[in-house]
Structures are given as C-alpha cells and as structure tokens.
C-alpha cells in the first residue's frame, strides 16, 4: 500500500528534529513493514500585504523593517511574482531515513490568520503533491494528522483526485478553545465529515471533540512508541547506584504543561525528611524557562531539582533509565508519549487527568490525579517513593509494547485504511 503522510507541522527538519516526530514515528513503522511512504511537509513565508508594503517602502527609500529590507527592490518583485505564479520554485525534494520528503513553502495571501492562512497552506500542498505524484505514483491513501491544515488539504486532494483519506487529531487547541473562528471551524467540520476515518489520540480527546463537530464519530487511536527507542535492548537495572529517588519530567517549558503545579508538590513532598533523597529532573526548553528556573531558586531548591534542557533521543533514553518515576503534570495533553517511553522501561508514571493519560494509565503502571492539585501530586510522589515494590517494571513493560508498539500499531492501521 501507498500511503502519503501530511503533518500539521514541519517533518523532523535539520534545526529541530522533534517538529514532526509523532508522524516520522509512524512513517518509519510503515516503511519498514513494507509500505509505500510519502510525506509532505508545509511551511508558509512572506504575504501580499508584507510585499506590497516592501515595494513601496523601496520606491520611496524607507525600510520596511522585515526581512525584505535586505532584498533590492527587483529581488522583491521576483519574489512576489513567484509566490503568486511559481509556486514549484518553492518546492525542495529530500530524504529523511529511507522516507521521501517534498517540502513546499507557502504564501499568507491575507495578513496571518488561523483562518486565511489555510487558503496558502493548501495552495502549496497541492503544488507540492502534484510534483510527488508525477515522481512516485498517486497514493493509495493519505493520512492527515490534525484536521489544521492537514486534513483540509486532503479534503481538496480527495476532491480533485478521488484519493481517500483518514484523519487523526492530536491537537491541543480544541481543548483549550483556540479555534474560535466560525469560518475555521466549519472548514475543520467539513474536512471530518468528508474524510473516510475520523482518529484521535485518546478516549477523552474523542468525546470533546465529538461534542464540537456534531455528526462525526472519533474513534480511539493512540500514539505509537518511538522505533528507536522500541528497539534498544532492555535492560531492568540500569538505574544509578545512587540512594535518590529520581522523577523525571519531560515536556516543553510551556504554561500548558504547568511546571508550577509539579515544582510546588516536589517542594511540598521535601518537606519532609523522609523524603530528603528524591530529586526531580526537568527536560525540556521553551518559553517557561526563566519563570521555572525563578521558581525553583526561590524555593531553594537548586541541588535537588536540574533543568537538563532539550536531550537527544539517546539522552532522553539514558535519562530514563536513570529515573524512578515519569510525571506528567500537565493541564492539557491529547495523549502524554513520554509517558508511554517511560513506561516501554518500566517505570511507573503519574499524570493529570488532563485529556490524554486518562485512556492508559491505570493502578498496574502508575497514578492518575486531578489538574491543578498541588497535595494530590505530592501524596502520589510520596506514595510511589514508599510502595516502589508495588511496581512490575517487566509487566509495565510488555503493557505498553502490547498497546503501543510497532506491531499494534500495524495491526490498528491495517483496520482503518480504506482497502
């Protein structure tokens, strides 16, 4: 089978090689059981506005103060002109393991927007599979992940050339109330009802979504496991000889993922002496960095808590291994992947009832609690360190390999693409 891939974000790209990785995971798997796989990977740059405003700001010697400032003027008109007619001078081939890429970038033919930027994104990613079919062969199949822009694109694939798709939501911004365009959310709607399987990444996640786009069914399908990390020879006692208790959590240094929440219960949780041992490693960068790092200077907690920063795959696995404990602290997740890797080594896990954990995490692998709760997260922490023996690292392990691994996952796809 012939299956062309569409993220809603940039694929695995050399500057950030995590843009991407849920769909480079899935790809992989696909490829390596012999399917056919494509990928397309959209960006947009530049808009009408942005280069009218250019042009004229150079015809009367001023700078625009963007990018174009350093362009002569007939550099912008060329590239006004080919992001209006030419749209295949932005299209590069490339491969990315064994997996053929075709990135485009795009135009914001309005001022940026949620809802204008998907008449350029589209625009492009039509551009784009029209050159990967004349290379490769018309798919048997595409696979949107996010109906934002994925799945609109497929929707205008399907319509011009009559290929199916399936959709698969991971998004976070339906949760949180990000999509408040009407025009966005009847364009979103339309790509559901059209498509021939409609995904998402956990059981909570299906029932929000089904009560904002009525008339869809959502139907449960989880994340994957990270191949590389699926294939690394597992060994149980790999830990530190050390006497800490180690929780690991790893995230982006982001609100949504709430830091705050975890460093307040770990600092409640030392209070105790009993508990003088654990210590809590942060991987992760963003935006939230200077606010966590204040924090845990402020509590005083600079020896037991580590800021790691982004980690590697290799890094992410030794840090793993290192740990006692993974902990989600988050108030929004589709589903929580880090979670599932901690758990492919054994360890148990707590999480938030935040929108993801919910559909696996149960009393044989780990703790669920309720978002926002400072003493909860503390008295599970407590708890785990106390009843460590409580725990099968062997029978977390096979738990997450028979629900996440390579070969569920094909046996899950072979189910929802159209034969």
């Known amino acids: 089978m012939h299956v062309f891939i569409i993220p809603p974000e940039e694929f ?50 001023k700078r625009t103060g963007n990018s174009t400032d350093n362009m002569s003027l007939k550099q912008v008109l060329s590239l006004s002109y080919n992001k209006l007619f030419n749209q295949d001078k932005f299209i590069q081939e490339e491969r ?12 914001y033919y309005a001022a940026p927007s949620d809802y204008t930027n998907s008449y350029g994104w589209v625009k492009a990613g039509l551009a784009a599979f029209k050159k990967y079919v004349a290379k490769y062969g018309m798919p048997d199949v595409v696979h949107a992940h996010n109906a934002m822009y994925s799945g609109i694109l497929a929707q205008a694939i399907k319509s011009i050339y009559k290929v199916p798709y399936v959709i698969t939501e991971h998004s976070t911004w339906h949760a949180r109330g990000l999509i408040n365009d009407r025009r966005l959310h009847n364009l979103l709607h339309r790509a559901y009802l059209r498509s021939d399987g409609v995904y998402a990444v956990s059981k909570p996640f299906c029932e929000l979504l089904a009560t904002k786009f009525g008339g869809v069914t959502f139907n449960y399908f989880p994340n994957v496991l ?17 006497n800490d208790f180690v929780f690991l959590n790893i995230a ?54 580590i800021m790691h920063g982004l980690l590697s795959r290799q890094r992410i696995l030794e840090a ?19 979670l599932i890797e901690g758990m492919l080594f054994g360890k148990p896990v707590i999480a938030t009832k935040c929108g993801g954990p919910e559909s696996f995490v149960n009393d044989t692998c780990g703790i669920l609690i309720e978002t ?5 997260l503390a008295d599970a922490m407590a708890w785990q360190m106390d009843n460590q023996d409580v725990y099968s690292a062997t029978s977390i392990r096979n738990y997450a390999l028979d629900q996440f691994g390579a070969a569920s996952f094909l046996r899950k796809i072979n189910e929802i693409y159209p034969n």
Not at 372 to 376: A, K, L, S, T
């Open 12 to 61: 695995v790209p050399q500057r950030n090689h995590f843009l991407g990785i849920f769909q480079y995971h899935q790809a992989c798997i696909l490829q390596n059981a012999g399917y056919k796989v494509g990928v397309l990977s959209v960006t947009q740059a530049y808009s009408i506005p942005m280069l009218a405003k250019s042009i004229l700001f150079k015809l009367i010697g």
């Open 96 to 107: 990315v393991g064994e997996i053929n890429v075709f990135r485009v970038e795009g135009f």
């Open 226 to 242: 990270d191949p590389f990390l699926e294939a690394y020879e597992y060994t149980p006692a790999t830990k530190s000889t050390t």
């Open 252 to 305: 982006e240094l982001h609100p949504k993922k709430n830091h705050k929440l975890l460093i307040e219960a770990f600092a409640a949780l030392k209070k105790q002496s009993k508990y003088a041992h654990a210590k809590l490693w942060l991987a992760g960068s963003g935006s939230e960095y200077d606010t966590i790092k204040a924090q845990i200077d402020n509590l005083q907690l600079q020896k037991d808590v």
């Open 320 to 338: 793993i291994q290192q740990s006692d404990s993974i902990v989600l602290s988050s108030d929004y997740e589709t589903f929580g992947v880090v």
């Open 372 to 376: 926002g709760n400072v003493e909860q």
